[in-house]
């Protein structure tokens, strides 16, 4: 069962577009909590490394929260894409068909 | 592109990151997929299964099983949260505050990523939805679609291995879905 962390080569563009998550989970990292602090900061690479995966994915949870938001009060995608600092088209493609597919927008 | 998915097919694969999320698994693989598709044995999906013996309670059994056989931690999206706490960010506030603000569930942490077997199995969902001629994507799509991941030469997708456990004829599966459907 070892394989299925590796070969991280499935498609991703198509996948983003489909509205499936950038793949960043570790689903080995059991590791407690212990001396995080420096962190950021760290030599290790696997300690930095693990650190950006953390804040990359709480970046796509709060930017998939603030979108849903701003759609639900009535903003365009290209007002969210202004104030997001992106083409219409990308945030269009990362979001609309994930909000249709969940029914939150037809 | 989820749109094309058929409610039943979107309604699966939200059940199926709920198994994910309520088992502590910080991925979304093949397995949760299965386990989605089994939670609703009304799908064609669902009714292929029950018709070989696999329902929701064995099927979640035999992949915890499988999982803690091969050491895959439950984690909970624990490491994910210590990570953030020790920059300072205390994600349980956040989450309160999301919930107030947003409703509970809008404010997902962390939430399950796709595993490259999950997506690879998505990717052939379409592939079988457009070989058949089928505009949208069904249950029985994902199905068939769980069941080409990881053959020949790479490891097989967890999903295969939890339905060879439960002593499923993998060979009877997709006649049998091309039938129902």
Redesign the interface.
């Known amino acids: 069962m070892s394989g299925i962390l590796d070969t991280r080569t499935a498609c991703q563009a198509t996948l983003t577009r489909m509205g499936v998550p950038e793949e960043s989970a570790d689903r080995a990292d059991g590791g407690a909590a212990a001396d995080l602090l420096g962190q950021v900061t760290a030599r290790d690479p696997a300690v930095g490394l693990s650190a950006v995966v953390a804040l990359r994915r709480l970046l796509e949870e709060l930017e998939r929260l603030h979108v849903d938001n701003a759609r639900d009060q009535g903003w365009t995608w290209q007002s969210i894409a202004t104030a997001l600092n992106v083409s219409r088209q990308s945030v269009h493609e990362k979001h609309a068909s994930r909000r249709k597919a969940t029914g939150k927008e037809s | 592109?989820?749109?094309l998915?058929t409610d039943r097919a979107?309604r699966s694969i939200?059940a199926g990151q709920d198994e994910a999320i309520a088992l502590g698994?910080?991925?979304m693989?093949t397995e949760h997929l299965l386990l989605g598709l089994a939670a609703d044995p009304e799908s064609t999906a669902g009714a292929v299964l029950a018709a070989h013996g696999v329902d929701l309670d064995r099927t979640r059994e035999v992949t915890v099983r499988?999982?803690t056989d091969?050491g895959?931690?439950a984690?909970g999206g624990?490491?994910?949260r210590?990570?953030?706490?020790?920059?300072g960010?205390d994600?349980a506030e956040v989450q309160r505050r999301?919930d107030d603000n947003?409703g509970a569930g809008?404010?997902?942490?962390?939430?399950?990523?796709?595993?490259?077997?999950a997506?690879?199995a998505?990717?052939q969902t379409l592939r079988e939805a457009k070989a058949l001629g089928d505009e949208r994507f069904g249950t029985e799509h994902m199905l068939l679609g769980l069941l080409a991941v990881?053959g020949n030469d790479?490891?097989?997708?967890?999903a295969v291995?939890v339905l060879t456990a439960l002593d499923v004829d993998l060979a009877a599966l997709r006649p049998a879905l091309l039938a129902e459907r």
């Open positions: 592109m989820f749109d998915f979107k939200v698994h910080d991925f693989g499988l999982l091969a895959v931690p984690t624990q490491p994910a210590d990570a953030l706490a020790a920059l960010i994600v999301a947003f809008a404010f997902q942490f962390p939430r399950p990523a796709y595993t490259p077997h997506k690879a998505l990717e990881g790479s490891e097989p997708a967890t291995a």
